[in-house]
């Protein structure tokens, strides 16, 4: 639970607040856009909430923070109505899960309300409200984990749902209880809808999943950059090789999709030639970095 005394002293007064324990997972700037910004390694409070909107979206960030960094004055009453709102429908049957997991060091997972079979994209935390919901929408059959960092709680998710857990041979250590192992770097199709794409990089074995040729979900191999407006990979956080991300992501031009789905950073959905302009121009930056 977010501390008062820790409050960072850039927050703007009022009904919000964050404090010294934020892990800058860029979560609540993505669910909340128009409260929270970043600072040097932190979000904070840039604007309260002006209207009931804007406050239910700043409630949800609080339920979502990994680390419990967002506080409230007041009306803590208001958070547990808000709870019910998770899942979060992003589009069609995409939802966003919420309650990111410090293990993922606070991912965003996704679940897929497909008609013949549920999928979740990494992991949320374990937690009894989600839980409940997936059930109420069909359960799980399958977990795609894009890469090692985002495993969270997703051995726990399989054990209850009895889904099958999906993972690169490169970055499956540790995730004993994977039934689906994907090999080498050829995209491996589980279904008519989905499709597992390896894009080592950031790690080696990283993955992407391709939905109904609409919906990618990215992990941490590409996301959209808010502040200047275009797509984005990150050096900085390419543990593996930053030539098999360049190259990884030029395999990217071979599908269609609309929407790009990260783990961390701002989520977009652009017209398909637009999409495609937009990594075509990423590769040539990321050939300069
Ligand atoms: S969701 Fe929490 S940990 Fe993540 S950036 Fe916001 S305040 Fe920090
Ligand atoms: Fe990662």
């Known amino acids: 639970m977010a501390n008062l005394n820790k409050a960072l002293a850039i927050n703007v007064k009022g009904e919000f607040f964050v404090d010294s324990t934020c892990i800058d997972c860029d979560a609540c700037r993505q669910i909340a856009p128009e409260v929270f910004a970043d600072f040097e390694g932190y979000s904070y409070v840039y604007s309260q909430p002006e209207n009931e909107k804007q406050r239910r979206k700043a409630l949800q960030a609080l339920i979502s923070c990994p680390v419990g960094a967002i506080g409230m004055i007041g009306n803590r009453y208001l ?14 049957d995409v939802f966003y899960c919420g309650f990111n997991s410090e ?4 991912a965003n997972s996704y679940f897929v309300k497909n008609q013949d079979e549920n999928w979740l994209i990494d992991s949320p935390r374990f937690v009894s409200h989600l839980v409940e919901r997936f059930e109420a929408m069909g359960g799980i059959s399958y977990i795609f984990l894009s890469h090692r960092d985002d495993v969270a709680d997703a051995g726990k998710f399989a054990l209850h749902f009895g889904a099958k857990v999906i993972i690169h041979r490169q970055d499956g250590y540790g995730v004993n209880y994977a039934q689906v192992i994907i090999e080498g770097d050829q995209p491996v199709e589980i279904s008519s809808d989905f499709v597992v794409i390896p894009t080592p990089g950031h790690t080696s074995g990283h993955c992407v999943l391709l939905y109904k040729n609409k919906f990618l979900f990215t992990g941490d191999h590409i996301w959209w950059d808010r502040k200047n407006k275009c797509l984005y990979a990150g050096r900085d956080v390419c543990w593996y090789s930053w030539d098999k991300q360049i190259e990884s992501t030029r395999k990217l031009l071979n599908f269609n999709f609309e929407w790009v789905l990260p783990g961390h950073g701002q989520r977009i959905k652009l017209p398909i030639d637009v999409m495609k302009r937009e990594i075509e121009n990423l590769i040539k930056r990321m050939g300069k970095v």
């Open 103 to 106: 293990k993922s060091f606070g």
């Open 79 to 92: 958070v547990s109505s808000v709870i019910d709102d998770f899942p979060i429908l992003i589009e069609d």
